[in-house]
């Protein structure tokens, strides 16, 4: 059986640069594989390593998430293929267009059993593209889940946190699942993962290599701001430990917070 | 004669509710419209959805007990071929996330998640929603039809005005799902021990903290302040020192209380955001560069370790 992971390759929003007219910049941002997405190619890998069968890890966007730092990255993680479903036409590609891609590119691979998926993108978190493919795909969809079992009758058994309850579910595969951060903690790659990483076989697709014919976009992104900040007193306190603490305490009482 | 829009709502959490038909009458912009709305449960919830402007409920009596709230989806999908609906507002739940992804994946539609604003121009619908962790807020337009969305909490239930229609109430029955998952068991977690989003006073120890036994004097210090004890996403999800519950931010809490105090925290967007509507913010850091400061009421360009104690004398002495 294999497993396929989905993971996205995103600006990493720590390095998101806020102009001074509240424009929004990634232009100097490093690119990589959302912190959310990677608990999930720990646990495709995991039961893998448990069960056997591959870890196929895939990925869709623009021609920058084809970077060798980041395919290096994915790949000593213990993923044993990476697929990259590249065009430009993915740049700012909402939910819809890029649930369809991962669908068609999944089709495309063969005796896939399993898709998992983290809990939100590391750049949008809208949390939606991976209950998409499910449905595209047809199969058993959920998200939330914080743990994954292999039942020896080829069926899983699943955990998953909703709200203030937990809930343990069987779910006949094929079958797509969100798995939240919780769900195990990645790993750091060793050396010998990290020189093995760069023998193992990498994939670029085309649109058109999975029988996509142009992609129509679902959302048309208007305006991006900086959110509206609070505005601050941003009064520096000064003097010794002591006198700074009294100044806080006099002016916490002042502002009738204590 | 104009078509009237069809806005069908839809969440199991009956609190969202008001939430939902306020942001469905905004949706309606002031024209007539037929807003529709399922329901699970009996009575109680019908009427709690009385006179709220609602024009039809569908209500489903309960779900078989081995069903989660999620089975729901063919029932919703057939209420959908029926209604055609113009929008489709969904609840902002676990379960309304993943019923909002199958809706608009089987409509091919457009998918608009957590929206905080709704607007109208000359060309249509705009929306306002959260990217990049909260470092940033988005205008999008959707370009297809019907639009699928999610609400969350405190968005849009002021817009809900109260009105004389009674909804006419039909009964629906629950359509199975072709496969699903099966419920084996669900067991209630243990109430979240704290509600951050209620307290009044917060103390939000960040990376500046060295040790996890340093928190206890995080603990003595929320103690002397009367506050409770929050977290950077680091100190929960990295470290595991502080539960989940406690994180302020992005996917965590966003606090509403009188008084802030970070301790060594750096000041990210990612965190900061769940700070906004907090009263006064204070920020001690040994790093002037700190972009919390920048957030700040009051800064305190010191050591932690100096800072806590003798503000632990002085709350005390006070």
């Known amino acids: 059986m294999n497993i396929v992971v989905c993971l996205k390759i995103t600006p990493d929003p720590e390095d998101l640069e806020i102009g001074p007219d509240g424009s929004v910049s990634t232009t100097h941002a490093e690119w990589k594989t959302g912190s959310f997405d990677l608990p999930a190619l720990e646990a495709g890998v995991r039961l893998a390593e ?20 980041v395919r290096k990255d994915i790949l000593s993680r213990g993923a044993e293929e990476l697929v990259l479903v590249v065009d430009d036409s993915l740049k700012d590609a909402s939910t819809a267009e890029t649930a369809l891609v991962l669908e068609k590119a999944i089709r495309k691979l063969t005796d896939v059993q399993l898709v998992l998926f983290g809990e939100g993108s590391a750049d949008l978190y809208f949390q939606q ?8 795909l047809g199969w058993v969809t959920l998200n939330a889940v914080q743990d ?9 058994e699943v955990q998953r946190i909703v709200e203030h309850e937990l809930q343990v579910l069987d779910v006949p595969l094929p079958a797509v699942l969100c798995v939240t951060s919780d769900i195990c903690e ?3 790659a060793s050396m010998r993962e990290i020189l093995r990483a760069s023998k193992k076989t990498v994939f670029e697709w085309s649109l058109s290599d999975i029988g996509i014919e142009g992609l129509t976009p679902s959302v048309e992104i208007v305006k991006v701001m900086a959110p509206p900040r609070a505005s601050r007193k941003g009064e520096m306190l000064s003097g010794s430990v002591e006198e700074m603490v009294s100044a806080l305490v006099n002016n916490l009482r002042k502002d009738g917070v204590l | 004669m104009e078509i009237q829009r069809q806005i069908f709502i839809f969440s199991e959490d009956i609190t969202l509710v008001r939430e939902l038909i306020g942001a469905a009458q905004v949706l309606a912009e002031g024209k007539p419209a037929i807003l529709s709305a399922l329901v699970i449960g009996g009575s109680t919830s019908v009427e709690q959805m009385q006179n709220t402007g609602v024009d039809r409920i569908y209500r489903l009596d309960t779900l078989p007990p081995d069903c989660l709230v999620e089975d729901i989806f063919q029932t919703l999908w057939g209420l959908t071929r029926e209604i055609k609906p113009d929008y489709l507002v969904i609840g902002a739940t676990t379960a309304g996330r993943l019923i909002c992804g199958r809706l608009a994946a089987r409509l091919n539609t457009t998918a608009l998640t957590d929206i905080q604003t709704i607007e109208f121009d000359a060309q249509g619908l705009l929306i306002r929603h959260m990217v990049f962790g909260g470092g940033a807020q988005r205008l999008e337009r959707p370009l297809r039809q019907p639009v699928v969305m999610t609400i969350g909490k405190g968005q849009f239930e002021s817009q809900a005005a109260r009105s004389e229609k009674v909804a006419e109430v039909i009964p629906v029955a629950f359509t199975p799902p072709e496969t699903r998952a099966i419920l084996r068991e669900r067991r209630e977690l243990p109430p979240v021990s704290v509600n951050l989003a209620e307290a009044k006073r917060v103390v939000c120890p960040g990376r500046g903290i060295a040790r996890r036994e340093d928190l206890t004097m995080v603990e003595e210090l929320a103690r002397s302040l009367g506050a409770e004890i929050a977290c950077t996403r680091p100190l929960s999800e990295g470290l595991g020192w502080l539960p989940r519950e406690r994180y302020i931010g992005i996917s965590g809490a966003y606090i509403k ?8 925290v750096s000041g990210q967007v990612q965190h900061t955001i769940g700070i906004t509507d907090a009263r006064v913010v204070v920020a001690i850091n040994r790093d002037a560069e700190a972009p919390i400061f920048k957030q700040a009421d009051y800064g305190i360009v010191a050591d932690l370790y100096e800072v806590m104690p003798a503000l632990i004398d002085a709350l005390r002495s006070a």
């Open chain 1, 50 to 69: 448990m069960h056997g069968g591959k870890v196929i890890a895939l990925s869709a966007g623009t021609s920058q998430i084809n970077q060798s730092k």
């Open chain 1, 129 to 136: 593209t991976g209950v998409q493919v499910g449905e595209r």
């Open chain 1, 148 to 156: 994954v079992r292999l039942l020896e009758n080829e069926a899983l």
């Open chain 1, 186 to 188: 990645p790993r750091l």
């Open chain 2, 257 to 264: 209380a009188d008084l802030y105090v970070g301790l060594g």
